[in-house]
């Protein structure tokens, strides 16, 4: 998938405090099915498009303390 990262509307976590993390454009998945994902630290780089199913059992492995031991 390619992405325009410059158009999209991306978010990080509000727990990102550096401003080293990841962001996303969420309103993207719906119209495309793909959750864009990039390096905060290069905005003008890459985006990596996610299936939105497997991006949203991501999120709830994370908020399920899935990844806790990684």
Known sequence: MTTESTTQQWVKSS???SGSCVE???TT??????VPVRDSKKPGGPA???HA??????????KAGDFDTV
Not at 53 to 62: E, K, N, Y
């Open 15 to 17: 727990y990102s405090n």
């Open 24 to 26: 996303w454009a969420p």
């Open 29 to 34: 998945a719906a119209t495309t099915g793909t």
């Open 48 to 50: 990596l498009g996610v």
């Open 53 to 62: 199913a497997a991006f949203a059992a991501f999120v709830a492995g994370v």
